[in-house]
């Protein structure tokens, strides 16, 4: 046996573990020190951490007996048999190899136990009893965990470490995330970056690395992991687990529309632009109007065109020029335009005028679904009531109280709606209006950046659509209203204008104005 190579296997299964004197390192000077009094020649070392996941686990097992077969290492030493395993086919595993050859032995140290081909048979016994044992160790710390998750997850908190743009706060049992500054605002423009629909997943990973965003360990975050992130609902208020949805207690990071609209430009792949060093501004946003396929765009002696890729049937072979498309985008910009800040300031006025009638009827619905909210807390407590008096089975208690809980959010989601929707109202209203007036000037500035020409475009219109070299367009809706109603509204206070020019030299003029829905007549 002296002179005899061997191998180390050393695992914790959880930090309390590795914080109570069953560290790796404690493991393995343990090891060394019984290799060095038994004359063990130690070859290599195996270590498995607590954060290793079952996957990697297995590997370090397999790797572990396929290094001793290829060097031929008859010993492996181990601390105690529910280091080594925890499941009968790992212990088979090990049973296997140890056949193959009477040199080959296991020697769990603390236990002063030695495996090998020639153990008798109440050794065996005492072996197989082990394994057992070990296996019971690991199902009922298996059971306990999912039971102390499923209690954190009632609780409204992440039994996990949250996503980026959060961080962990609290001992033990009380953990609990809050947003991390330090972070959060970069995940938040991740989101409105990619709901804009200007970005492909490369081209926002790319984007998101150049402002600073990394991930736990300080590294990119590529584009799978950032498709993740933008589909995880932590952010905006809830806890994905086990594919259930739960309400979460901790603070949202965006808004539950925001995270919709990323939803939908997620699953719409076809119309999100793919990512080039030189992405051209009209990438994506313009169809064929022949054969619905997307344009197309290359450039040609410093100039970008598009055309018709042909990937349907389709008879389309013009090249439009980069220029000709937005030489017919720049009229649509002034149609739908206020002619001069006191037109867009008496917009403001009116439009707090008519959100009157919207106050009033949002103030009913906020007691109607705070009405509902109640209902359903006293419907989930008589449930559980019920359950607890043996009144109604414990299935259908949760079926009551899960339906009923989905009805609450839902009311509740609508109040947060509800309690924002006016600020939202004033500052949305006066942000169309003034990108409107300004649109133009933006788009040609010399300092708009092809990002800020696409994101503008995103807002003016829904989709355009190409025939020869002629675009045809659809606005969004907001600027589908301002395209009705401005020209009449710029009419109104041109004749305003005429009107009192004519007054100061006595001339009797009096035009009508322009109302918008809603608004009063004593404006």
Known sequence: MNNAKCLIYARVSSKEQEDTGYSLDAQEKLLQDYARKNDFGVKKAFRVSESASGKQIRKTFNELLSYADKNKISIILCEKIDRLTRNLKDAASVSDWINEDSKREVHFVKESFIVNKNTRAHENLVWDMKVAIARFYTNNLSEEVRKGQKEKISQGWLPAKPPVGYRTIGEKGHKTHIIDESSAPLVRKMFELYSSGNYSLNALAATMHKEGLRNREGGTIGKSRMHEQLSDPFYYGKIRWNDEIYEGQHEPLISKELFEAVQAKLIRNTDNPQYKTHLPVFKAKIKCDECGGIIAWETQKGHWYGHCNHFRKCSQKTYVRQERVEDQLFPLFEGVAPKNERVLGWLIKAMKESHKDEIDYNTQKRESFSRIVRTADKR????????????????????????????????????????????????????????????????????????????????????????????????????????????KLNRTFELEEISINKAKKGISASPCPVLLPGQDSNL
């Open 380 to 487: 989930i407590e008589e449930a559980y009531k019920d359950k607890l008096d043996g009144k109604m089975p414990a299935t259908l208690c949760e079926k009551v109280m899960k339906d009923t809980a989905k009805e609450k959010e839902a009311a509740i989601e609508e109040l947060k709606k509800l309690s924002k929707s006016r600020t939202a109202y004033y500052e949305a209203g006066f942000a169309i209006h003034e990108l409107a007036l300004k649109a133009k000037a933006v788009y040609e500035s010399p300092k708009a950046k092809q990002d800020d020409k696409r994101l503008l475009l995103s807002y003016a219109f829904s989709n355009l659509a190409l025939k020869a070299d002629k675009i045809s367009p659809n606005y969004t809706l907001a600027f589908e209203f301002m395209a009705e109603w401005m020209p």
